[in-house]
């Protein structure tokens, strides 16, 4: 082992001061070693995990948190950079030596009488160039095992780092999961999170959203790459090409859905790469390519059923190495099996909630959390693409931006160029979700789906994003969709889930150049036609609402963009400054 991790491991070993330190290695032992280990322990009066029905749903298990700790805590996670300018106004900012005593003041002796779990792990491919070494310090047997589905952990990860000083830093611990003491803190500058005081996943798996986001955006900002928060996915068309896309969405707007979408559409097929994180490299070519440097599924499981969604359900009931992990869901008590709404129509007649009470049928409330989870291993996925695990990543064709909006946005539309395309992807806004603490329901803006996860400034993150398309010499179509547009009686136009599909092959078609498009205000529309509606029961005036240009409702939305943009101040890039005012030209504002 590198006398750099070494060096690590007993610095955190004198400030902790754990009863026994166990340094990960990634074998099938382990893995049933550590869940014996969670089926025995208890954090905060909960057992860590309870094994549940093996015929149904194989190698599974269920795992209730605190009920204070169910969601990503974005007000109380900080950006800590020596300047906070670099930070931006999209961040909360902490000057570094200050997050560095109040963190430190928390971890001193905080898993006396625990064990202190060391995971060497690689996000990416271990083969890949674009993979990067880390090592995560927790108190939590659950985020042991977590990070263990959802990365590369053990000997291949101690091997990469070699002797090398050169890996990520991930410190946490779960504390007494007082939400007064609950921070998460990224030093981009220094490769370095510190998380304290929760277990939830966005929180404390520190690979995911921490690193590969966050601390991962900042590094390709200084390295040349972007990180992103994107699923991608290969659509094979009848002829067996296959089209490469991308595709971000905020949390529970579909992204999953789409990322394992059974297509309606004969004789086409969707691969899956990946359903969250995306990191895309210009290749030797000059064309995209995209690597997914999880290697597991963190999916939002209301909503999730055997209609919306049949090949996570399968991914979610198929066996391999890792376990699969269930948190703050409803349990079927007659089956022992994990429940949440959406996932049948079945009617279950003995519920328990979340919270371990016996479900109500006529309560209002949800029986499963709303932002209850699943923690599945990639490779449980029927449609695991081929070349998921090429070290090179794929060739990206598409790039599809989209949020929940009742109105204004279309149902799709097309960029017109790459800097329109950023532009458009900038000025997202999206309802709020249970994703995040806070209220449900409000529109925020959310520009590429990733105004939680920068790691730096938002407008040099745009000018990065036009670099990049500078440097490219073969770029990607950019489109825009809302699956969740809704009619005057509040319900929605488009029937959504495996009809979007309909929305994809279009989209196949104008990279392909076999369909034309019409030049609206904001983009690139569909010609009648185009669209694949065979066997679909929608009418002609609810396709006119889908894609109405309400121009009232566009004169308030630019008022938002311009209230948006100007938090960023000169940041924003002269060439997103020009595509609004063309925007407001033509809206005659």
């Not at 695991?384 to 060739?395: A, I, K, R, W």
């Amino acid at each position: 082992m590198s006398t750099h991790v070494e060096m690590f491991i007993k610095e955190m070993k004198e400030l902790f001061e754990p009863t026994q330190v166990y340094i990960m290695d990634g074998s099938q032992e382990e893995a049933e070693n550590l869940v014996a280990i969670a089926e025995k322990s208890e954090v905060d009066g909960r057992v860590v995990l309870k094994k549940l029905n093996n015929k149904e749903y194989p190698n599974s298990y269920y795992h209730c948190s605190n009920p204070n700790d169910v969601a990503r805590t974005e007000h109380l996670t900080f950006v800590c950079t020596a300047n906070k300018d670099e930070a931006g106004p999209n961040n909360n900012w902490i000057n570094p030596k200050e997050a560095k005593e109040k963190m430190t003041g928390f971890f001193r002796g905080a898993m006396k009488g625990r064990t202190m779990y060391v995971i060497p792990f690689v996000m990416g491919t271990p083969k890949s160039k674009y993979a990067k070494n880390c090592v995560q310090i927790t108190d939590s047997v659950y985020v042991a095992l977590s990070m263990r589905i959802m990365s590369r952990v053990g000997k291949q990860a101690v091997e990469r780092i070699g002797n090398s000083c050169d890996f990520f830093r991930g410190i946490h611990s779960i504390g007494d999961l007082n939400p007064n003491r609950r921070f998460v803190m990224h030093f981009p500058e220094e490769n370095l999170v510190m998380s304290f005081g929760s277990g939830y996943g966005g929180n404390a798996l520190l690979g995911k959203k921490c690193y590969s986001l966050r601390i991962g955006s900042y590094l390709g900002y200084k390295e040349g790459w972007l990180a992103e928060h994107m699923i991608i996915i290969g659509v094979q068309s009848p002829d067996s090409k296959i089209t490469y896309f991308l595709g971000a969405f905020p949390s529970a707007c579909g992204k999953t859905n789409l990322a394992l979408l059974k297509p309606r559409s004969r004789g086409y097929k969707i691969w899956t790469l990946g359903d969250d994180i995306a990191w895309i490299n210009i290749g030797k070519d000059g064309q995209l390519y995209a690597i997914n440097p999880e290697t597991g599924f963190f999916g939002v499981a209301p909503g999730t059923g055997f209609k919306t969604n049949p090949v996570m359900m399968q991914t979610l009931k198929n066996n391999n190495f890792f376990p699969t992990l269930f948190t703050n869901t409803a349990i079927d008590t007659d089956n022992n099996t994990p429940w949440w709404e959406g996932i049948s129509d079945n009617i279950v007649q003995n519920l328990v909630d979340w919270q371990g009470q016996k479900y109500d049928k006529n309560s209002r409330k949800s029986a499963a959390h709303p932002n209850s989870r699943f923690t599945v291993s990639i490779y449980n996925c029927p449609t695991l693409s081929h070349e998921y695990d090429n070290p090179n990543g794929v060739p990206i064709s598409g790039i599809i931006f989209g949020g929940r909006r009742k109105s204004t946005i279309p149902l799709v539309y097309e960029a017109k160029d790459w800097n329109n395309g950023v532009f458009i992807a900038s000025i997202i806004g999206s309802e709020t979700t249970a994703a995040s603490s806070g209220q449900i329901g409000n529109i925020r803006r959310d520009p590429m789906a990733m105004l939680p996860f920068c790691g730096y400034n938002m407008g040099d993150y745009f000018q990065h994003w036009l670099n990049v398309g500078n440097r490219a010499k073969k770029l990607p179509k950019i489109f825009m969709v809302n699956w969740f547009r809704k009619d005057e009686n509040d319900k929605f136009l488009w029937p959504g889930y495996r009809e979007n599909f309909r929305i994809v092959k279009w989209m196949i078609d104008r990279i392909e150049g076999k369909t034309g498009a019409k030049e609206f205000e904001i983009g690139l529309f569909p010609e009648e036609g185009a669209i694949d509606l065979n066997e679909l029961n929608i009418d002609k005036e609810t396709i006119k609402k889908l894609f109405r240009v309400d121009r009232e409702d566009w004169r308030k939305e630019i008022v938002m963009i311009e209230e948006f943009y100007s938090k960023f101040g000169d940041k924003i890039p002269i060439e997103l400054r020009n595509c609004l005012a063309k925007l407001k030209e033509k809206f005659r504002i």
